[in-house]
Nanobody
Framework: QVQLVESGGGLVQAGGSLRLSCAASGRTFSGYTMGWFRQAPGKEREFVGYITWSSGMGSTNYADSVKGRFTISRDSAKNTVYLQMNSLKPEDTAAYYC?????????????????WGQGTQVTVSS
């Protein structure tokens, strides 16, 4: 059974940093596109970024709202993807989810992702 488990969320002051982790298990995720999304109360789930999971470093893509502040990376040996978040703002407050797309569609749409974690809460205070 495929499992994605996020961790690393918490409360941080504006301008601070957090690193989220997404540990994948149940099958090999080699070649999958791994995405990060977030959802604030009363809002739709929003694309944050993705990384391709292939040989080499993989390529990334980010939403404009986080570009230059957030960085996605992965450790293939650990089957883990990371979301490093710097210069956090109160508007970054949301539940953050990782997701996996086995079809490697390089998509910003949540509909393209088949597997999801349970989410981890990030709260940024002003």
């Amino acid at each position: 059974q495929v499992q994605l488990v996020e961790s690393g969320g918490g409360l941080v002051q504006a301008g601070g940093s957090l690193r989220l982790s997404c540990a994948a298990s149940g099958r090999t995720f080699s070649g999958y596109t791994m995405g990060w999304f977030r959802q604030a109360p009363g809002k739709e789930r929003e694309f944050v970024g993705y990384i391709t999971w292939s040989s080499g470093m993989g390529s990334t893509n980010y939403a404009d709202s986080v570009k230059g502040r957030f960085t996605i990376s992965r450790d293939s040996a650990k089957n883990t993807v990371y979301l490093q978040m710097n210069s956090l703002k109160p508007e970054d407050t949301a539940a953050y989810y990782c997701a996996a797309d086995p079809a490697r569609r390089l998509s910003r749409s949540a509909l393209s992702y088949d597997y999801w974690g349970q989410g981890t809460q990030v709260t940024v205070s002003s």
